[in-house]
Nanobody
Framework: QLRLQEAGGGSVQTGGSLRLSCVYS???????????MAWFRQAPGKERERVAT????????YRADAVKSRASISHDLAQRTVHLVLENLKPEDSAMYSC??????????????????WGQGTQVTVSW
C-alpha cells in the first residue's frame, strides 16, 4: 500500500514562496511503471481544487490556471519525492494542500483522472 507524506507548509507573507514536498513510500521503476501524482488544495468552505499534476513515467506536467505562472511541479526519483514550488503567494492561496497518487500503470491524463491514495495534507497560510 503506497503511503504519502507531505511537508513544507507554513505561514508566509504575500509575495513569498514555499516548496511543498510529497514523499511516497515505494520505489517506482519508471521504465516499467508510472503513477500520476498531484497536489490538491482546499480552503474552508470551498471545493477541493487540483493545483498541479505530474506523470512519474513521462514527466508531463499540468498546472491549474490559478497558479500556472507561479507554480512548478517536479519529481525526484531517487528521493521518491514530488515537489511543488509556489511563488508570489497570495492570500487566496491559503489552503490545506494535499498530495495524491493515482493507481499504478498510469502515464497520461493526470490532470483529469481520479486519485486513490492521499496524504494527510500540509497547511499553507498566506497573510498580508
Amino acid at each position: 500500500q503506497l503511503r504519502l507524506q507531505e511537508a513544507g507548509g507554513g505561514s508566509v507573507q504575500t509575495g513569498g514562496s514555499l516548496r511543498l514536498s510529497c514523499v511516497y513510500s515505494q520505489y517506482i521503476d519508471t521504465s516499467k511503471n508510472s503513477r500520476c501524482m498531484a497536489w490538491f488544495r482546499q480552503a474552508p468552505g470551498k471545493e477541493r481544487e487540483r493545483v498541479a499534476t505530474i506523470s512519474l513515467g513521462t514527466g508531463g506536467t499540468y498546472r491549474a490556471d490559478a497558479v500556472k505562472s507561479r507554480a512548478s511541479i517536479s519529481h525526484d526519483l531517487a528521493q521518491r519525492t514530488v515537489h511543488l514550488v509556489l511563488e508570489n503567494l497570495k492570500p487566496e492561496d491559503s489552503a490545506m494542500y494535499s498530495c495524491a497518487a493515482s493507481e499504478e500503470y498510469t502515464w497520461y491524463d493526470c490532470s483529469t483522472r481520479q486519485y486513490s491514495v492521499w496524504g494527510q495534507g500540509t497547511q499553507v497560510t498566506v497573510s498580508w
